[in-house]
């Protein structure tokens, strides 16, 4: 149509002039001269009409592409700017989730720990080479366990807050291969639970591995570090300073009140009581 247009202009202008010569001419008849101011009236009209018919589509045309414009920056900032709010999020605090719709998912659904209460202090030993394994197992610094867990977490964090303590985690859910690597180094199931028999609660979502910190999120002296392969890390082990046996004490409390129980030879560790879930073997997404 835009083609056409100047075209239909040009022929409405050249018949009009023509038309506009024989009006004024004195010897044509009454009736024709009529008939004559008709048509250059008719010639006048779309003389006025064509150009703005013209303006009008171009107009819509201009409204649609700033439509198509403005379309693309939605599309464009719902793909692009967000993306360094995520970034931001991850680096900071991730947004809380809604503890009713947290409830709400099935028992064998995973929770990030951090959506429940950034008040967590993530310390993931396997994220780094700070580990027995001297090597980097996890590819991001990720705790994850299954519904029930998390929110028996939830209720040790909300519990220890109030006595102006905190809780640091050095692992929750473990990959099976995980596990495997860590047998081959220690084959003992005393510290590494066999991944050809039973495996480790780690590899069911249901365990973690963790310690007490400050009211500000700094790690308390628990008498042996991490992972401290030795009798010195038994419950029943009690050369200890009293502070020390006093924390232990408080976080295997604190545990168990929230559906926790611990193990013998490990002061961090602590499974949830109902651990009916299938061992799980995918890696967590690090987006
Ligand atoms: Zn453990």
Redo the contacts with the bound molecule.
Sequence with gaps: MGIILPFLHEIVISFSLRLAQPVANKYYSAPFRKIMMSLRLLCLWLLAFLPLSACETSGKKETSSQNSTADATISQSDTVIPQPDRIAAKATTLPLADLDSIRQLSDTAFVELLRLDTSFVLTMKYATADNFLKEKVYDCDKCLLRKQPALGLLKAQQLLKEKGYGLQLF?CYRPLDVQKKMWEIMPDDRYVGNPYGNGSV?NKGA?V?LTLTDSTGHELDMGTHFDFFGREAHHAYTHLPAEVLERRKLLKNIMQEAGFEPITS?WW?YSYRHQNYPTANFKPACE
Aim: no cysteine.
């Design positions: 692992d780690h365990a591995d490990e560790h």
